[in-house]
């Protein structure tokens, strides 16, 4: 004996559910799938080797001592390679102190170093800015945490050449 839903045929409101489910399923694979990786990716964009320049303030000399020439640097949130130091410079720190007759003058804080990093990497330079593989924005005076091998500093982007 065959029971009745067996031999029920689909009507148009079933074909109908069908039709929106396989459409849905096709808009979100084309729109997280396809669209998103074009875009973060700067597909109009291309890939150039850029060298820009950053600056780490109030450091002691063991942190100094851990940025070497070569050393890929990585932004701290994502994992990404932001490029390979070509350059270290250190001077020592300067702090504008308050003197006794009311005048600041920049004195030598002891032990603390300023750093200035000379990084060259891939930048993509889109109609918003300059972006590393597409995802992490580089502004000049923007603050990132990073990390290398040996140190994980706080670094400020002074400044991107062309």
Do not use: W
């Not at 700067?42 to 600056?55: C, D, K, L, M, P």
């Not at 450091?59 to 990404?80: C, L, P, Q, S």
């Not at 250190?90 to 990093?117: C, R, W």
């Not at 990497?121 to 290398?148: H, L, W």
């Amino acid at each position: 004996m065959v029971s009745d839903m067996a031999k029920r045929r689909p009507n148009i409101v079933d074909i109908l559910i069908i039709v929106v489910i396989v459409a849905l399923c096709a808009v979100a694979v084309l729109k997280f799938g396809v669209v998103n990786k074009q875009e973060s990716a700067g597909v109009n964009a291309s890939t150039e080797q850029r060298t820009y320049t950053a600056f780490i303030d109030e450091v002691r000399m063991a942190t100094v001592n851990a940025f070497h020439e070569g050393d890929k640097i990585f932004d701290e949130k994502t994992g990404i390679c932001l490029g390979t130091i070509t350059k270290v410079d250190h001077k020592p720190f300067m702090k504008n102190v308050l003197q006794n007759d009311g005048t600041i003058a920049a004195v030598e804080f002891p032990d603390y170093y300023s750093v200035t990093l000379t990084i060259e990497g891939p930048v993509i330079e889109k109609e918003e800015g300059y972006f590393v593989e597409g995802i992490v924005e580089m502004k000049a005076n923007s603050e990132m945490n990073v990390v290398t091998k040996y140190a994980k500093p706080v670094m400020k982007i002074t400044s991107i050449q062309e």
